[in-house]
Nanobody, 118 residues
Framework: QVHLVESGGGSVEPGGSLRLSCAAS????????MRWYRQPPGKEREFVAS????????NYGDSARGRFTIARDNAKKTVDLQMNSLTPEDTAVYYC???????????WGQGTQVTVSS
């Protein structure tokens, strides 16, 4: 059974940093592209960052580029999201997603809340 479990969320002041982690089990992790999405309050879910199966090719959404860094460890079956220079606009539930290349559907974690406020 596929499991994606996010951790590392919490409350932080503007300008602060958080590191999210997603632990995967139940599938061949190294065969899946991994992504982070987020859903701000009252808004639709949006793409944050992705990493290919090799861990060498990352892509970022406009809101994350230059501030966030995605990294994966295929041996540990984890994908992390380092978030720096956080602003209140980064407040959202952050979700981990695993998607097999060429397949439109994927697997989702339960999400972790990130709140940025002073």
């Amino acid at each position: 059974q596929v499991h994606l479990v996010e951790s590392g969320g919490g409350s932080v002041e503007p300008g602060g940093s958080l590191r999210l982690s997603c632990a995967a089990s139940g599938f061949i992790f190294s065969n899946y592209n991994m992504r982070w999405y987020r859903q701000p309050p009252g808004k639709e879910r949006e793409f944050v960052a992705s990493m290919d199966t090799t861990g060498r090719r990352a892509n970022y959404g406009d809101s994350a580029r230059g501030r966030f860094t995605i990294a994966r460890d295929n041996a540990k079956k984890t994908v992390d999201l380092q978030m720096n220079s956080l602003t209140p606009e980064d407040t959202a539930v952050y979700y981990c997603n695993a998607q097999y290349p060429g397949v439109t559907t994927g697997h989702w974690g339960q999400g972790t809340q990130v709140t940025v406020s002073s």
